[in-house]
């Protein structure tokens, strides 16, 4: 039997709500049971995705886990981490659950800390949380050093393509979502495999969606992961590109015109203005030995100058512009006034 919401976290949760795991499964044999059996009663449903593993974890799950709660999928190709937790979310959203909390099997997180992500959940103050692996020294002293620069660099990246600028470690995959909020992504445009996390934050940043961060203590034993860094060094920085010219489109240009949209755009004229003169006249001055005059020098200099000031001013609104205003509310209320469920589709 389920815990009510009031009962398992605090009052003014005055509801019970249904939670799922989504577990994807591809060689974590070793670590998947473990994993299970120290999920508490706080979750109503476990979905192991059997992402056409060698290792067959679906047929290890079912031979060796009596726990009622489980339920294996199997997808018959292998299509990522990405494909496999949205076959999760779609099995959880199709049978009614109302929060959506994503683990990894291969044991480096602790299901103990899910009941702290599903809370803001259920409290109405976000609708997508994650841990945080960057909020205490000591685990960030005991990660791997190339792991930890690598995450470094990818959530600075994610920063920019998401506008999620208060999310100190964007790539992790300890997730909780809202299955209302899950209803509205477009799953068959989110990237399947290891650009997933940071694919799903650019479709909630399109929702304007609240996202929060919640400190996380990880564990590195003798887990592999199958992500290679090389691999994500040379896809992820033009998947983050285009999510972030089409952000920066969808949010200033398309869907609203503001004093942000045009700091940007005189910026960026003032800006190229400013570099393509200056770059010729020095190609010019240098050709022909003659010194250039601080007429053309002021002429080069301050376009650039007040193109990287309206630049700033424009970052500065973007970072400020977060999105602070759960959005599973609206929609819930939305579908309150309208029994048809329609809601506006996203990008």
Partial sequence: MALSARSRYRPGMETER????????YRV?????DV????????????????ACPDRSGDHIEAHCTDPRVR???????????????????????EGMDVLVKIDGDGQMDPAFAPRLVAPILLGEADYTKGNRFFSPATVAAMPPLRLVGNAGLSFMTKLSTGYWD?????????????????????DRIHPRYFFESDVLFRLATLRARVVELPLVATYADERSNLSELNALLTFPPLHARNFVKRIFYGYFLRNFSAAS?????????????????????????????????????????????????????????????????LHRRIEDVRITHPSGATPGTP
């Fill in 72 to 94: 294996v999928l199997r997808r018959e190709a292998n299509g990522g981490v990405g494909a496999a937790t949205m076959t999760g979310y779609q099995a959880g959203i199709d």
């Fill in 262 to 326: 045009l700091s940007l755009v005189i910026g960026l004229g003032f800006l190229a203005f400013g570099v393509s003169f200056g770059s010729v006249s020095w190609a010019t001055s240098s050709s022909t030995q003659t010194p250039s005059t601080a007429g053309t020098v002021m002429l080069a200099g301050l376009p650039v100058f007040l193109g990287i000031q309206l630049l700033l001013s424009f970052l500065q609104h973007d970072v400020a512009s977060v999105p602070r205003d759960p």
């Fill in 167 to 187: 999310l100190m470690d964007p790539t992790n995959g300890y997730t909780a979502l809202h299955a209302a909020v899950a209803r509205e992504l477009p799953f």
């Fill in 29 to 33: 044999t070793a670590h998947v049971l």
């Fill in 18 to 25: 249904s939670v799922a795991v989504v577990i994807p499964c």
């Fill in 36 to 51: 299970i059996a120290r999920i508490g009663p706080w979750c109503d449903r476990v979905y192991c995705v059997d992402d």
